[in-house]
């Protein structure tokens, strides 16, 4: 089982930048692939960014490619989401989430192939 506590919201203005982290209970990180999803008022959860457990691979949703960044410290047990380029839209509370697998290379962009979740973080972009 894995523990995961995200930091790193708040509120920036258009065209700013966030780094969000989440950290990880327990020796295992490294089994799980990771992701980010994102929930705003209203709306569905939706998927943002995905990386592999060996961190080789990437996998991000179109709204965010080419501004957002995933990568991770498996010395750390941490994740990461750099974000650039902030639009209002990109607000919503974010969320981690740990898919434990047996595969090295491969993850999932789909909310119900994750076991674990993070409690979410705030991220407001004004306009």
């Known amino acids: 089982q894995v523990q995961l506590v995200e930091s790193g919201g708040g509120l920036v203005q258009a065209g700013g930048s966030l780094r969000l982290s989440c950290a990880a209970s327990?020796?295992?990180?490294?089994?799980?692939?990771m992701g980010w999803f994102r929930q705003a008022p209203g709306k569905e959860r939706e998927f943002v960014a995905a990386?592999?457990?060996?961190?080789?691979?990437?996998s991000y949703a179109d709204s965010v490619k080419g501004r957002f960044t995933i990568s991770r410290d498996n010395g750390k047990n941490t994740v990461y989401l750099q974000m650039n380029s902030l639009k209002p839209e990109d607000t919503a509370v974010y969320y981690c989430?740990?898919?434990?697998?047996?595969?090295?290379?491969?993850?999932?962009?789909?909310?119900?192939?994750?076991?674990?979740w993070g409690q979410g973080t705030q991220v407001t972009v004004s306009s």
């Open positions: 327990g020796r295992t990180f490294s089994s799980y692939a």
């Open positions: 989430a740990g898919d434990l697998r047996l595969s090295l290379a491969t993850m999932s962009n789909t909310a119900a192939s994750y076991d674990y």
């Open positions: 990386i592999s457990r060996n961190g080789g691979s990437t």
